[in-house]
């Protein structure tokens, strides 16, 4: 975690919860169970809107009150903005109910207002008030065992000594941020940058030769890039990267499309909501990782009843032997299908890549 600086959370369960993702392709299959209790057992993370909804440790709190600052503006939740502005009584009665009753489901709450016909229709104005209060730092999450929102004031979140810390400048946090992105990275574009933590870029982007000028930067050049990229100071290019994994959607290697294409020339798209006729690989592919390059992809489900990984697709990218990566990309499937708790594969046929 302290090299990924955040997980993003998301709530499709195709494979699996995404957020465990990342430090399985790191790591390799580990007692996911761990990441829980780091996060909702022991708060040594907290839940925070940054790369959407993420994961992050306790610690980066401060750099994120500017954030709450601009969202309590109604800066990127005006909808729920406007519900605060219009219910503020109702807001205070559930931010109350929290503090004496909390952690609650918004299910749990006395009075959650079921609501229709308006906008978001399919959420109380509980759910709305709470998410609202969560946005602008009155609130923290904890999830339950079916990853369910538990809402409980942030002060019980968040241990006293950093909440404790000054309230950074705006300018001050964003370029912690950065600093934190540009490690995590380590060569990127200022958009790359910017879009690690969705920091607001007219804000952000000039303080990168801040950043340059003080040395944590290093200017530099990509090739086959058109744009100037930036490589930590501390970065380095190991001697060689002998590693086959999978990689969720959202894991910082890929999250970012436009830097997978300039890096690894692999064009990547979610497909979930693409009509099923018009998919061209299918509704949840996870990208495969070979040595230094990304080389193939596979449409995956687990069908947890039946307890199987479904390969519904398998797909090589040109120019790679598939006959040699064959092997050791069923072996990281089988290591997928052991980490979500399933006793095998299914393989279909569809795809050009047989394995």
Partial sequence: MGRLQLLQLDSVPVVMRTHYMP???RLGVYRAELLDEMAYGDDAWFEAWTHEASLLPVETEP?????????????????????????PGYVQSVLDEVAE????????????????????????????????????????????????KQFDLLERIIPDHVRARPTPTEPDALRELLRRSAKALGVATASCLVDYFRLPPRHAKPLISDLVEEGTLVACEIEGWDKPAFRHADATIPRRIEHTTLLSPFDPIVWNRPRALGLFD???????????????????????????RLVGRFDLKTRRDEKVLHVL??????????????PLARDELERLATFVGADGLRMERRGNFRL
């Avoid at 954030?67 to 219910?87: F, I, N, T, V, Y």
């Avoid at 906008?119 to 990853?147: D, E, K, V, Y």
């Avoid at 697709?313 to 064959?326: I, K, M, N, Q």
């Fill in 23 to 25: 430090f399985f392709s």
């Fill in 63 to 87: 750099y994120l009150r500017w954030h709450k600052k601009r969202s309590a503006q109604g800066e990127g939740c005006k909808h729920l903005a406007q519900l605060a502005d219009r219910e």
């Fill in 101 to 148: 009753r909390g952690p609650l489901l918004a299910s749990e709450l006395s009075d959650p207002r079921p609501r229709s016909g308006e906008w978001w229709a399919s959420r109380s104005m509980g759910q709305l008030a709470l998410t609202w209060l969560w946005r602008i730092g009155a609130l923290g999450i904890r999830r339950t065992g079916n990853f369910e």
């Fill in 266 to 292: 692999f064009h990547y798209r979610i497909e979930i909501y693409v009509p099923a006729e018009k998919r061209k690989f299918g509704y949840y592919v996870l990208p495969l990782l070979w040595n230094e």
């Fill in 313 to 326: 697709g398998s797909f090589v990218e040109p120019d790679v032997d598939a006959a040699e990566l064959a």
